[in-house]
């Protein structure tokens, strides 16, 4: 295996910076922010992916996932504003592919498929995105689904035309949460480019014990996050060791399969001590042997 960190924690650094805090630390790779400051598609010209790459290059970074889930760089509609929600939302789950207006819903659209393109020029084969968003409480779910549904097949025509994969990560209180819920949604798209971004601590907040799940989603399964989590099964992305899910047993399973990819840390609430706990990460995997 090998092991990346997520540049979402590094939101207040410029991405070189980040880059050079994720190489002293060790990291084998980078999942990049497809979002201001990093690397915003719109402003991904030629010249901006090949000083990317170059960067990448010279500190002997490879690119773990494209994270397109995180989008604050786009304002919403009024009235997708003023929606209300079942739980208090992030800045940067929206605009969404729930929101109540058509065109705040075609904006995540867009941006999912002009990321596609972002990772295609940087040679990713795969971009994470949210599973569909926060509900708004005047939205029934069977009509969010269908929302969801109807923007990620237009996403997907791009996806199969530049090979890149689209991995949805199931999140808690997010339209789909579940294991099951996402394999619902794969029987409801033919896409071969529709995938999974295995987070293994969003399953352990709802209550799925991440190991079985190894099997279970592996035909899908591009990409996986990993931090941990309180024992009350808050969601709230905690410091490898720190919390109550057993890291290495899961490592070991994951092992065990043969996987040979990537295993992103995912922890962007820490973004005032960004640098610090990503060493901090490295040494946890370090000390258990994991790198």
């Not at 000083?51 to 995180?70: G, H, K, P, Y």
């Not at 009024?78 to 605009?95: I, M, Q, V, W």
């Not at 931090?227 to 410091?239: C, F, K, N, S, V």
Request: with cysteine; glycine share 6%; aromatic share 8%.
């Amino acid at each position: 295996m090998k092991f990346g960190f997520s540049s979402n924690a590094f939101r207040e650094y410029e991405l070189e910076e980040a880059l050079d805090a994720l190489a002293d630390a060790g990291y084998d790779g980078v999942e990049i922010l497809l979002d201001d400051p990093h690397l915003y598609p719109p402003t991904a010209d030629n010249e901006r992916i090949e000083q990317v790459l170059t960067m990448l290059d010279d500190r002997e970074l490879a690119i773990s996932n494209c994270n397109a889930f995180m989008l604050s760089a786009m304002e919403r509609s009024e009235e997708s504003l003023e929606a209300k929600y079942s739980r208090d939302t992030e800045l940067f789950h929206h605009p969404s592919f729930v929101e109540p207006v058509k065109e705040d819903r075609e904006k995540r659209v867009e941006h999912t498929k002009a990321a596609l393109k972002t990772a295609a020029a940087l040679d990713v084969p795969h971009i994470s995105i949210p599973p569909g968003g926060p509900v708004p409480e005047q939205i029934p779910r069977d009509e969010a689904m269908d929302m969801f549904t109807e923007g990620l097949q237009n996403a997907l025509k791009t996806a199969e035309e530049v090979n890149v994969d689209v991995l949805v990560e199931p999140e808690p209180e997010l339209l789909i949460e579940t294991s099951n819920e996402f394999l619902t949604l794969v029987d409801k798209i033919d896409s071969p480019r529709l995938k999974c971004n295995f987070d293994v601590g969003h399953f352990y907040s709802v209550n799925e014990d991440p190991v079985p799940l190894i099997d279970k989603l592996s035909s899908y399964t591009g990409h996986y996050h990993l931090e941990d989590i309180p024992a009350d099964r808050t969601h709230e992305h905690t410091q490898l060791g720190e919390g109550a899910i057993d890291i290495n047993g899961f490592l070991e399973s994951l092992e065990s399969t043969g996987y040979d990819g990537f295993v992103t840390i995912e922890l962007y609430p820490y973004g005032e001590t960004a640098a610090e706990t990503a060493h901090e990460a490295m040494h946890f995997l370090e000390e258990n042997g994991w790198a």
